[in-house]
């Protein structure tokens, strides 16, 4: 099983519409949780951490399930310019070493 | 916010050359540092990891004497593609962590290597 894993996509939805993605990960011990963003051919940048109580920034809703060990990120009202890749990463117990997620694909059309 | 500034961000290179490629923190000390590379429509695979005044860490199958890895301050990481292949054309983006508990990484902008 993979540390981190996450559905590829692609994810087409429609302007407007409600999205959501899963990330599972494997190490119980796991520490922090984040959703990184990366356009294509561009570095991978910061979307929001993932806070234990789960927290909201505009549109975007992060949530964290530790007893079965998966995070989420959900978009609301999407846009044009939420097309791209969505990163999970994972901070193991030891610290520093984080795992990313293959990415999950998002297209929003018009 | 923290800023990791990363250098050249593109290079073409003729086959059997080495290329460095350097890795800045640019507002905060950064005792480790993390070198990716992507190829495209991949994920982001970790090559090492970069640790000040000490050897870096290769992952699996990341060739040491290749892939040069240099962290001599706690501000810059260099990585030196040494005699260089087409296939070693890749997207190579270093990270590295701001101090505090359970903060994310911050990335460089990413170096697009082509070997011819």
């Known amino acids: 099983r993979k540390e981190v894993e996450q559905d590829p996509g692609p994810f087409n939805v429609p302007e407007g519409a409600t999205v959501a993605f899963n990330c599972t990960y494997s190490n119980s011990a796991s520490q922090s949780f984040f959703w990184y963003r990366q356009d294509c051919r561009k570095e991978p940048k910061l979307l929001m951490s993932?806070?234990?109580s789960g927290n909201e920034d505009g549109r975007f809703t992060a949530q964290l399930n530790r007893a079965s060990q998966y995070i989420s990120l959900l978009i609301r009202d999407s846009k044009l310019s939420d097309s791209a890749t969505y990163l999970c990463?994972?901070?193991?117990?030891?610290?520093?070493?984080?795992?990313f997620g293959t990415g999950t694909r998002l297209a929003v059309r018009p | 916010g923290a800023v990791v500034s990363q250098h050249p961000s593109w290079v073409i290179c003729k086959s059997g050359t080495s290329v460095k490629i350097e890795c800045r923190s640019l507002d905060f000390q950064a005792t480790t540092m993390f070198w990716y590379r992507q190829f495209p429509k991949q994920s982001l695979m970790l090559m090492a990891t970069s640790n000040e005044g000490s050897k870096a860490t290769y992952e699996q199958g990341v060739e040491k004497d290749k892939f040069l890895i240099n962290h001599a301050s706690l501000t810059l990481s260099t990585l030196t593609v040494t005699s260089a292949h087409p296939e070693d054309s890749s997207f190579y983006i270093c990270?590295?962590?701001?101090?505090?508990?359970?903060?994310?990484?911050?990335f460089g902008n990413g170096t697009r290597l082509t070997v011819t």
């Open positions: 990463v994972v901070r193991g117990s030891s610290g520093d070493k984080l795992t």
């Open positions: 990270s590295a962590v701001s101090p505090g508990r359970n903060s994310p990484l911050h």
């Open positions: 993932v806070y234990s």
